[in-house]
């Protein structure tokens, strides 16, 4: 078993250790130690870090398994590893917004099923393998999130539609609509913190940057500390002056523009003439959306919207004007809006919003294919496409074309409606092949038949796949340049 060690900068931080494949001395072995620096490698005793998923301004994130549960459970571990020289000013600074990030996971992540919930946090004091004195360092758990974050999913996929952007916006803003009514306000909305789980439910991460709000609405709230990501952030933060709400609000905006645009807030924005001009990116918007974005992108905070619930209930507007003036299908509920993991919320949403759902038939509103998706339907249809039209065809000639062509045509709308997905469409290419090798036992078809088919369905498939590959980057590069 390979157990990766935490210290910053271990030459070696690759440990393995073959006698913690035996499950009864891994669950009962009281430490390891790194070979390379002699750090401790089972953190306070429980948690066994495997792998490096990233490192940021405070920290670093490692994957890591809880052997103190019975499936030795993956979760999270983040070391606080500030970067660079810090003075002790700044150094307190970082080390309190690590801490703060563990107090707002156990307080919030227990309540809402869309913020990790917090497992641990405890310091570990060792001695420097060279001066001998004593190094502390910090680490908290949590829940980890198996999916993919935003920034990652636009890489992969391309920019978002409209209607995938409504509902991160929905969705994040029922979030937020949460914390503000705790008092607390994130600070570092963007894609990288909004991860998508395999199950496409939505979460909001890193919360080192939270600020606890305790002023009242008569008196000024307290400086912001300059913690903020460029672009995303608003004027106000940017300045270190007081946050509010709209602050989340304003980079929930920009991360929306970012996810339908493909390109960073800067390139969006004309400081020039100190305005957005973002609509000149974007193939198509509703007035509706445009018009909610554009007032959460003003400058001043006073004049965004002030609360989340606000931008729900114009979001909810938005929506009901748009269907009652078009012909598009009217836009679902999620099956499963956010609740809270043991209280309701102080302040529910109104059961009226209305956000995009992924089983609507309207072909608007039809969740997209990704990259790989398209890819697999490619390739499934080419081998399908071959092998039927070239079977059916040694049996009944011109018709058997015909007929091939028209299950082709319905497996291909079948598809595209998402009645059939991968899993659907490698079931039925493995039926397909076995199909073939029961006719070549019964003898309905020779081993060159056979041979001939399975060939030609792999020579489409590839084929096509390759095609549609080249198309898709064409159509990137397009919308990156238009």
């Known amino acids: 078993m390979e157990i990766l060690c935490t210290r910053p900068g271990c030459s070696h931080p690759q440990n393995n250790f073959s006698d913690l494949d035996d499950p009864s001395k891994l669950k009962t072995v009281q430490q390891k130690y790194c070979t390379s620096c002699g750090m401790p490698l089972i953190l306070t005793g429980r948690y066994l870090p495997s ?13 890591a398994q809880d052997r103190f549960t019975p ?13 660079g020289n810090l003075n ?33 946090f405890f310091p570990l004091v060792i001695p420097n393998p060279i001066t001998q004195e004593e190094e502390q360092f910090f680490y908290l758990v949590q829940e980890l999130i198996d999916g993919e974050d935003l920034e990652t999913e636009l890489k992969r996929k391309g920019i978002f539609l409209e209607n995938e952007v409504i509902e991160v916006l929905h969705e994040i803003l029922l979030v937020l609509q949460f914390i503000h009514d705790n008092n607390c306000i994130h600070r570092d909305i963007k894609p990288s913190n909004i991860m998508r789980d395999k199950q496409g439910r939505l979460y909001l991460l890193d919360f080192g940057a939270v600020k606890q709000v305790t002023a009242t609405a008569g008196n000024p709230q307290k400086r912001s500390t300059g913690i903020y990501s460029m672009g995303f952030a608003p004027p106000e933060q940017m300045q270190g002056s007081a946050v509010y709400p709209a602050t989340d609000l304003y980079a929930l905006a920009t991360t929306c523009l970012n996810l339908l645009t493909g390109k960073s807030p800067e390139e969006l924005y004309d400081s ?11 193939n198509q918007v509703s007035d509706g959306l445009a018009n909610i974005l554009d007032r959460l992108l003003l400058s001043s905070p006073s004049e965004r919207y002030q609360s989340a619930s606000e931008v729900l209930q114009a979001l909810h507007s938005s929506q009901s004007q748009g269907a009652s003036s078009s012909t598009k299908t009217s836009i679902q509920p999620p ?29 608007s509103q039809r969740k997209s294919f990704s990259t790989v998706d398209l890819l697999v339907s490619s390739g499934f249809t080419g081998f399908e496409g071959a092998i039927l039209i070239l079977g ?9 074309i015909i007929l091939g062509c028209m299950i082709i045509a319905g497996l291909i709308y079948l598809q595209s409606r998402h009645i059939l997905d991968k899993k659907d469409v490698l079931i039925i290419g493995l039926i397909t092949v076995l199909l073939l090798i029961i ?15 399975l060939i030609a369905g792999l020579v489409a498939a590839a084929g096509l ?18």
């Open 51 to 63: 792998k490096l998923l990233g490192k940021g301004g405070f920290g670093a994130a490692f994957l």
């Open 71 to 83: 499936t030795m459970r993956l979760c999270v571990v983040k070391q606080f590893q500030p970067e």
């Open 88 to 120: 002790a000013q700044a150094l307190a600074i970082a080390q309190e917004l690590f801490e703060r990030e563990a107090v707002i996971l156990e307080d919030l992540g227990s309540k809402h099923p869309q913020i990790p919930q917090l497992y641990a």
């Open 272 to 282: 020039y003439n100190n305005r957005w001009n973002w609509q000149a990116h974007v």
């Open 335 to 363: 099956s499963n809006p956010p609740v809270s993991k043991t209280t309701p919320l102080s302040s529910p949403p109104p059961q009226a919003i209305n956000i995009p759902s992924h089983s609507s038939s309207s072909p």
């Open 392 to 400: 059916l065809k040694s049996f009944l000639a011109a018709p058997g």
């Open 439 to 453: 006719c070549l036992i019964f003898g309905f078809l020779g081993f060159d038949s056979v041979s001939f088919l």
């Open 465 to 482: 796949v390759a095609i549609t590959s080249l198309f898709k980057l064409i159509y990137q590069l397009l919308s990156r340049v238009l």
